[in-house]
């Protein structure tokens, strides 16, 4: 065995022994809290087993392994359902940031130190009302206070900000300049006077995303994690943080083996659709788009082992995936007839055609719309133009609302 | 086998794109269109001098040992510049059949002419729109056979065929020279394919396969050119992402570029997405060969790449608008080319059916 396929072989089976107690059947039933709770305990046992932090500095606490380590963990971890949702971004991406640009960096490592362990949780203050795919169109804003800085204004689509103990934001600190220059980037304590979390209800049920109202808080210049003014590079830099992740070629949606059990298991006109010729082609036209995405992941994954480094398509996944999985959900639902209306809110959306279906909608806007992820593809690896963008090079203050 | 494009890898896809670049455009491909029973001589000389006849297979038989990923870069060069002459994958199948099943003796008969690429091979399995019929149409007894191969690709201008035929115990695969063999010329939107109805009339033929595994030998061969042409296709449909990228990036209305419209670049970044998948199932399907997943590999990879193929033929053409739709433009040349490759090596159907059969566990 290759070093990477021990690893992953020890990772598997240290996932294997902690599924029973943190994994799928034991979140079954649980309450917010006694989930979150549960994921808590989870993260500290992955801290413990050296799984945390797998590609960060010893330093920090990290493993100090490469993406490789982590990707490989993170793919066996998928299977087993754990509850890692609510630090998927406060490792993914605040912390990280906190970590390269924090400025005070004994803060910083105590921070990083809780946050590995679970025991604190960081959130993403970028979306407002006004600005979500364009986030450099956010109106929050920052005006000098005595030696600090008084925020004012609303986040939302807050990922678990109801959980957070701190975050990171980006605010207009000046109106008078273009929109991309006008901007700053803080970290804030979620806890102080004048910070206002509230929950959002989405279609599916569940209120994992947040509003989140700032009214006069005040923070210390010490807070500043950009030059002022210089906060969109440090934004990009956030969202260029995550460039290899584990990928679900399901689109985070239920394996195709499901839908192959339900066709097999259903009979129209006393047929089994199994042997439906619509059936089996929707089958093999997933089968064939998901085959091709495991092969981009599969193939990165052995070119940078090689030290290589692995093509743009790997940019295709979250596109392609869930799309398709909203498809085949609706579908999957289409087979069962009347029996497709049972639907339980907390099912989860990886084995739950329902659930996947029903939530499939934020999959296909959330972390890049469908329509953002194709400008990148056409801009950044076809060299095709920027859209027509009426906003470039006017003051932020002259935009036409 | 590497599926990384290493070195050695690379070369082989740069230097047959370098040369198939300087020797092959649509002036010269334009003509064959119009008549019966040509190809474009110079691909097919430039195949045999850049040693791609050769290529895998093997060394005692004067080839070069290499495999399915090495032949899938030069059938997808050969797709980005439409290939004239589709001996490549016919060859490439019939050579293939008897070197995996073959004897001695016929592998020494037969492969070292279709290594140095003197001899053109053809394989004709399917029977009209079944691609590999329970029970093939023509007829082998008293090693000779009966009856008409039709639609085979390259059968105007082969030189021997592999064929699914049945005998009194059932299918069995035979080999047989075509010389006296009647080919009917068919007339199609893609002439160069050279399409014959062949018509066998007390053919000597020998044995290359018989009894159970027929079928599985005959869907193998068929997987295997499967592979080559969705490379070949994944070729095609990465030429004309670019050339509708290129023209979208020159082409001004309305005051800027058409690439600037998102209906227009949103359509050339779905090609992307279209293409790169085929390209990764192509690369997955040519490192399986000789595992027990190579069917459903080829499927997918088939299946993904006529897509690409097919979906960056219409869109190329929408994006050009009038001018695509001209003779001298040529983007109907892709246009045939996808629908040729479509319908050789079985067709979308057949594959879906194939690729379900196995994941459902039928197929065992």
């Known amino acids: ?158 990922s678990w900000a109801q959980y957070s103990d701190y975050g990171v934001i980006v605010v207009r600190t000046d109106p008078n300049v273009p929109k991309h220059k006008g901007l700053t980037y803080f970290w804030v304590d979620m806890k102080a006077p004048g910070v206002d979390v509230r929950p959002i209800r989405l279609a599916g049920g569940d209120s994992h995303v947040n509003e989140v109202f700032f009214d006069d808080v005040k923070i210390g210049d010490d807070h500043r994690m950009s030059p002022v003014g210089g906060g969109f590079a440090v934004a990009m830099a956030t969202l260029m943080i995550e460039r290899y992740v ?34 089996r082609q929707q089958i093999a036209r997933n089968y064939a788009m998901r085959s091709g995405l495991n092969a981009i992941t599969a193939r990165a994954m052995l070119m940078m082992q090689a030290g290589m480094t692995p093509g743009p398509e790997g940019s295709l996944n979250k596109l392609v995936s869930v799309r398709s999985r909203q498809k085949l959900s609706e579908l999957a639902i289409d087979l069962q007839g009347s029996d497709g209306f049972a639907y339980d809110d907390h099912a989860q959306q ?37 859209d027509h963008r009426p906003d470039k090079g006017v003051a932020f203050n002259q935009i036409p609302a | 086998m590497s599926i990384l494009y290493d070195e050695a890898q690379q070369s082989i ?81 019939m050579a293939k059949a008897i070197e995996i099943y073959g ?69 069995v695969l035979v080999v047989a020279q075509l010389d006296g063999v009647e080919r009917q010329a068919i007339s199609s939107f893609d002439n160069s394919r050279c399409v014959a109805d062949l018509h066998f009339a007390a053919t000597p033929a020998e044995i290359l396969v018989e009894g159970q595994d027929t079928q599985t030998a005959a869907l193998h061969i068929l997987a295997l050119q499967a592979v080559i042409t969705a490379h070949e296709q994944t070729g095609g449909a990465e030429a004309l992402m670019e050339t509708a990228r290129d023209y979208a990036l020159t082409r001004r209305a309305f005051g800027q570029v058409i690439g600037a419209f998102q209906s227009v670049k949103h359509r050339i970044a779905e090609l992307y997405a279209l293409v790169e998948l085929a390209r990764a199932n192509c690369i997955h399907a040519a490192s399986r060969e000789g595992k027990d997943d190579f069917i459903t590999a080829a499927a997918a990879a088939r299946l993904s790449a006529t897509e690409a ?24 040349l892709h246009m045939r080319r996808a629908r040729s490759l479509a319908i050789e090596q079985g067709n979308t159907l057949f594959w879906e059916d194939i690729l379900v059969d196995r994941l459902t566990g039928e197929a065992a």
């Open chain 1, 1 to 158: 065995m290759t070093d990477i396929e021990t690893y992953r072989a020890n990772a598997a089976q240290w996932l294997e022994s902690v599924a029973p107690i943190y994994g799928k059947a034991a979140r079954n039933g649980l309450s917010g809290e006694q989930d979150l709770a549960l994921g808590r305990r989870y993260q500290m046992a992955k801290f413990d087993a050296g799984y945390a932090g797998i590609n960060w500095p010893t330093e920090y606490g990290g493993q100090g392994l490469s993406h490789i380590e982590k990707v490989t963990f993170e793919s066996e971890e998928m299977k087993h359902g754990f509850p890692t949702g609510y630090f998927g971004i406060s490792l993914g991406m605040p912390v990280p940031i906190l970590m390269q640009f924090g400025p005070d960096q004994e803060f910083a490592k105590e921070r990083v130190l809780k946050a590995l362990k679970g025991e604190e949780i960081w959130c993403q203050l970028f979306s407002e009302p006004a600005g979500g795919s364009d986030l450099a169109g956010l109106r929050t804003k920052a005006e000098p206070d005595g030696n600090g800085w008084k925020i004012n204004g609303q986040k939302l689509w807050t």
């Open chain 1, 246 to 279: 584990a990928t679900d070629s399901a689109g985070f949606g239920p394996h195709l083996d499901l839908f192959i059990d339900l066709a097999k298991a259903t009979e129209i006109n006393g047929r089994s659709l199994i042997a439906d010729g619509r059936i």
């Open chain 1, 350 to 386: 990886k084995d739950n055609w329902t659930s996947s279906w029903i939530n499939a909608p934020t999959g296909r806007i959330a972390g890049g719309a469908d329509e953002m992820l194709l400008n990148t593809i056409a801009e950044k690896i076809l060299g095709l133009p920027q």
């Open chain 2, 13 to 93: 896809a740069n230097e047959s794109r370098r040369v198939l670049e300087a020797r092959v455009n649509k002036d010269q491909l334009l003509p064959l269109l119009e008549s019966t029973g040509r190809y474009h001589e110079e691909f097919w000389n430039t195949a045999k001098e850049q040693g791609w006849t050769a290529l895998a297979m093997p060394e005692e038989y004067d080839g070069l040992a290499l495999g399915l990923v090495e032949l899938g870069l030069i059938a997808h060069q050969a797709g980005r510049t439409l290939s004239g002459a589709p001996f490549l994958t016919s060859s490439f199948g």
């Open chain 2, 103 to 171: 004897s001695d003796a016929q592998k020494e008969k037969w492969l070292r002419g279709l290594a140095s690429g003197e001899s053109i091979g053809v394989v004709a399995i399917a029977s009209g729109a079944d691609a590999l019929p329970r029970q093939p149409r023509l007829v082998f007894a008293n090693d000779r056979i009966d009856g008409i191969a039709t639609g085979a690709t390259g059968g105007l201008a082969a030189d021997m065929v592999v064929a699914l035929a049945q005998a009194p115990e059932g299918p």
């Open chain 2, 309 to 332: 193929y097919d979906t960056a033929a219409r869109d190329c053409i929408q994006i050009h608008g009038g001018i695509g739709v001209t003779w001298e433009a040529g983007l109907h």
